[in-house]
């Protein structure tokens, strides 16, 4: 048990809540719940009684006088009030959530007050305007945190953040009209007038400098390690989460189009594409297991961020030049023309098909919405309009295609994009309809599985009472644990089963380790290993349902949550591989895949709301649906998200195919410190 021990500490996982799991479907089935807790004391909200706190002692005199000096020229130019205050962590609570109470505690706060908080060890951020600040908006928020802060936070300059902060601050209430500094031409010099015209330039140089490095960062070639080497660090975490999105998109895209060739031609056929495709999944996998590394809650040094990030850069650059360079055999093997007028009338049979099914998932999901509280449902909510959405475009596209078909010979090269389009579509909306159905089982069968797992905890509590002496104090901590998972259980168990499920599991799983541990006996091991049983469904379940989301909604998905859900799968590879050797540890990665795959959801659905919230008044109907799934390419992560241009010149869009980034365009946001 040492080993299972340490091995829960190699895993860097943070426990999650119960409440945060709520945002997932199967997180609800159960709850990621493996992990090691800082060794910092937490830091629950507080009061303010300074603009400048340092609870975490991260700060000099000279570096609070610089920060002062920072918020006093915000207040004196805007009348803004910004509060900043550094913790070790934040007691297990969302950020936002945490700076939101310590105003509360601070108040009475007015709307020209605005909190910065900053967990040193969690390394998480939070920047929460009071409700009715005028002239700053959400996407200005994002601005400052991504073009101007966070480089800061990554590198431990605490004061520089903070300074940064006010800065930005004071450019966007600026941008909006409420700064009184104007900026001369003379003669060909600069002449900055007004009440902090000679700051505002100054930090206008700055976020130009930092523009300038991701512009820079984007020229070079991605396997060129030495002109990566040159580049300073923040510009080469965007291009790694950008590269990181590209390849991404690339290999999701070219898995479904791969999957299609080999059904019409068979596996010796597409073996070398294959081929090619695993060594790029396989890269990509590793790519983000670097990602995962770098944010997470242990600081790299500089030098090791650098090296990570260029390896991360020059292998995903690596693999998507290997996809790119066989697009041209591959479409020459899948030429879309040949056969033609057959793949419509399939694809015709697949739209008929998946129509039949739409009223009865949408029945499922009546029935479902009636039984079940929304927070369960969250996922799959939209999941039937979405596969109608996706119909309806393929079945435009299967028109056109018929339409390019009777085009004369060499003019009906549309036909070849519209037959992707209509086959990407048809395989969303498939995968949409099955995770409804599925869902309902799934949900059904930990209803029906509560009462044997109130009956394992209560059983599991007697014997560690019978224990204590063995297993210590650890042991007495997750008896008491359990004890009041068991109250609130029996407490929930007709209003809210599934959430009575979800915190049972998690708390006897953790005294079922315990007791192992404190026992060594046959029969406690026999207990583990259902337990892990019980994990290992919960953790495939889990990654499914984020999977399913992403993949369905990839379009509006960045680097973090595909990060997330990278991991969580080699978690969970990492599970069954060891179920049979090492049950113990097997149970750890198990927790871990589920917790990551919990988090991955709920990043995603997160970042799918803010696409469709900036998407709103561009787009509607199939079309908007498709560009969100991915099908159709709309801008690239840096052009569609910003309002700049992308990789191409500008905002395009086609259906995705088989190959590389430079074959495939995507979309993306992402991620914290």
Partial sequence: MPLARSIVAGLRVRRASAAGA????????????IGIAPTAAADPPLRLYDQVTDN???????????????IDDLHNTHKVQLWVVYVTDFDGQDPQAWARATAEKSGPFTARDIVMAVATVEREFALVPQ????????????DIYDNS???????SDWSGAAIATAEGLSDALSSSGGDTGTVLLVGGAVVVAGAGGAAL??????KDKYGADIEAARTVDPTDTKALAALPIPAL???AKEILVELDNAIRTSSEELELARGEFGDAAARPFVTVFDNAKATLAK?????????????ETPDEQRRMLIDLISSCGRADNDLDAVVAEFDGMRNLLINAAERLDALTRDVIDLTTRIPGSGDTLTKLTGEFPAPTLEPIKANVSMAQERLAFADNNITAGRQAITLPAGKQGPAVGAIRAAESAVTQARTLLDAVDRAAGDIRNAIATLPAAIEDARNDIAAAGQLLDHGGQALRDAQNTAEAALRRAEALQDSNPLGAFNEIVAADVELDKLLAAATESKQDFERLAAQLEQALTCAQAQVAAAADFIGTRRGAVGAEPRTRLSEAQRHLDEAQRLRNSDVSNSLVHAQAAADLASRALNSAQSEVSQWESRSASSSSGSTAGAVLGGILIEGMLRGAMSGGRSRGGGHSRGPGSFGGSGSSGRIGVGGRF
Avoid at 57 to 64: A, E, N, S, W
Avoid at 131 to 142: I, K, M, V
Avoid at 149 to 155: A, F, H, I, Y
Avoid at 201 to 206: G, L, M, P, Q, V
Wanted: hydrophobic residues 40%; glycine residues 6%; negative net charge.
């Fill in 237 to 239: 975490d965007a291009r």
């Fill in 56 to 70: 975490a002692g991260v700060l000099d005199d000279t570096q609070k006088d610089d920060i002062q000096t920072a």
């Fill in 287 to 299: 790519a983000f297991s670097i990602r995962q590394k770098l944010d997470d809650t242990f600081p």
């Fill in 149 to 155: 802060v966070r480089g800061d936070l990554r590198e």
């Fill in 201 to 206: 330039y100054a930090r206008k140089r700055r």
């Fill in 22 to 33: 709520s945002l997932a479907l199967l997180a609800l089935v159960c709850l990621p719940a």
């Fill in 131 to 142: 409700p009715g600040l005028e002239g700053l908006t959400q996407s200005e928020l994002e």
